[in-house]
T-cell receptor, first 112, second 115 residues
């Protein structure tokens, strides 16, 4: 059975800290891995990763994929209270017309 | 672009009642997804459509749940009869499947509470 596992489940930090969120997967026919940020409402897209070792970066957020070890990390440096959210990792499969398999998410809380 | 539109945003109903959730995908998108999110189970895919045709409904919990997509701009998810364990946030998402790697865009969700 295809599955996506995220860790930790929950993280509480102070502003300015750096955090690393983990996502590992066991799937057949991997195509890409996606990160979403979910605040109070709907998940919003952050990154899509398809190739190993190539870092995607957006401001203080960055992510990288390791297709050999079957995991991805999402780094957030100099965290701010606005980074508080649930971070979801999802895997897109080949031959499956766009179906995503989501992990349960990591809940990040950043306190001032 | 208005994004994915869902209605209602919140619904409170009594068990046994029929619930209908509505979704309007982003114009031009050809794939539509219904998800359910709870604290215990996270985000679960219920069903998805491609070009208005249901492709995979293996996530639909039971016969009380049904989904339709009569045209490219509208879909419904119906629960009949509703039960308290159906309480969750229901998200609709859409994407453009064009042979590449597409991003799903989520609607704001419908928060359902069944008493």
């Amino acid at each position: 059975e295809d599955k996506v596992v995220q860790s930790p489940l929950s993280l509480v930090v102070h502003e300015g800290d750096t955090v690393t969120l983990n996502c590992s997967y066991e799937v057949t026919n991997f195509r890409s891995l996606l990160w979403y940020k979910q605040e109070k409402k709907a998940p919003t897209f952050l990154f899509m990763l398809t190739s190993s070792g190539i870092e995607k970066k957006s401001g203080r957020l960055s992510s990288i994929l390791d297709k050999k070890e079957l995991f991805s990390i999402l780094n957030i440096t100099a965290t701010q209270t606005g980074d508080s959210a649930i971070y979801l990792c999802a895997v897109d499969l080949l031959y499956n017309t766009d179906k995503l398999i989501f992990g349960t998410g990591t809940r990040l809380q950043v306190f001032p | 672009d208005a994004g994915v539109i869902q209605s209602p945003r919140h619904e409170v109903t009594e068990m046994g009642q029929e619930v209908t959730l509505r979704c309007k995908p982003i114009s031009g998108h050809n794939s539509l997804f219904w998800y359910r999110q709870t604290m215990m189970r996270g985000l679960e895919l219920l069903i998805y459509f491609n070009n208005n045709v249901p492709i995979d409904d293996s996530g639909m919990p039971e016969d009380r749940f049904s989904a339709k997509m009569p045209n490219a701009s509208f879909s419904t998810l119906k629960i009949q009869p509703s039960e308290p364990r159906d309480s969750a946030v229901y998200f609709c998402a859409s994407s453009l499947l064009a042979g590449g790697q597409e991003t799903q865009y989520f609607g704001p969700g419908t928060r359902l509470l069944v008493l």
